[in-house]
């Protein structure tokens, strides 16, 4: 156990405090009772004196205000929650080919409207990251279940050169395996990927295809665009093809055991996700248990009130 306000445990000595003046106002109260009572009278007149019992209200609610002092420094503890495991990986293609309009309004419009209507669809249980990628991948949202982070993410995507659909691969096998193991069970795992599907930098496909075979990890393909895509650079005075490669796909989604679609419906999107099983792991996460010594302080306190109120008629 911990405490994340330790600089208020000084208060104890407060509580320390308590305890000296009690100790000497008992002594000073034996001192006066020897000098001024006849003993022998007082035994035959009150025989039955409170003795040690007197001290146990005393002893109660100092015990109360010490275990309000501890609540008060806030104390923690760590602890093993349960935590879903299951997870997708969403990689968007950011690459300029993405601009071809024969996607309506654009292939990259298509795929973010698409991406957030799986975002939105997607069970609120199952952890969901994004990686985005062009001539490189980047995780740009770790595997969560803040769906507004990883719609936000999609929302301000940037297009540059080159396709890296295998880096893309790897950067996503890369998130999961950060996820915190699960002994003695498989964490169900998938990887979406949204691309016009021509690979032009980075690890092959088939690099990556082995990779996501070796940690069991299907990928699925969504293919935007169509076979007479063109797009138009300042540098270029004709538009340039930019055909989509929906072989390369196929083969990727086949290989790994995912599926391939060419144009994603939302009844296609909900089936990426309706098989991906569940598995609830724990991670340690420091809590506070603050409630635990007040509520050790409000049961002290009553039974001082009650032990006050038995043994001598009166609150304390």
């Known amino acids: ?109 298509a795929a973010q409207s698409a991406a957030k209507a799986f975002v939105d669809q997607l069970p609120a249980r199952i952890n969901l990251g994004l990686v985005t990628f062009n001539g490189n991948a980047t995780v740009a949202v770790s595997p969560t279940t803040d769906r507004e982070a990883v719609k936000t993410a999609i929302d301000r995507v940037k297009l540059g050169e080159r396709t890296a659909i295998g880096e893309a691969i790897f950067s996503s096998l890369g998130a999961l395996s950060q996820l915190p193991p699960v002994e003695g069970t498989d964490v169900p795992a998938r990887i979406v990927l949204m691309t016009d599907g021509t690979t032009t930098d980075g690890r092959s496909n088939d690099q990556a295809v082995a990779a996501a075979k070796t940690a069991q990890v299907p990928v699925t393909t969504i293919a935007f665009g169509t076979d007479h895509g063109t797009i138009k650079l300042p540098q270029e005075p004709f538009p340039i093809p930019v055909p989509v490669d929906k072989a390369a796909l196929k083969s990727i989604s086949a290989d790994t055991g995912g599926q391939f679609y060419a144009a994603a419906s939302e009844s296609q999107l909900k089936q990426v996700y309706d098989n991906i099983g569940s598995s609830v792991g724990f991670v340690t996460e420091l809590r506070e248990i603050s409630v635990w010594f007040i509520a050790a302080a409000l049961v002290l306190l009553l039974l001082t009130g009650a032990l006050s109120l038995l043994w001598f008629q009166r609150l304390p």
């Open 1 to 109: 156990m911990t405490f994340l306000a330790p600089i208020r445990l000084w208060l104890l000595i407060g509580v320390g405090g308590l305890l000296v003046l009690y100790v000497l106002a008992q002594m000073r109260r034996r001192k006066y009772a020897l000098r001024f009572t006849n003993m022998a009278l007082l035994d035959q007149v009150a025989p039955n004196r409170p003795g040690w019992r007197r001290h146990l209200p005393a002893a109660a609610f100092l015990l109360a205000v010490a275990a309000l002092v501890l609540g008060f420094a806030v104390p923690a503890r760590d602890t093993r929650v349960p935590k879903e495991r299951a997870t997708i990986m969403l990689a968007l293609d950011t690459s300029l080919s993405m601009e071809a309009t024969d996607v309506t309004p654009s292939r990259i419009q």
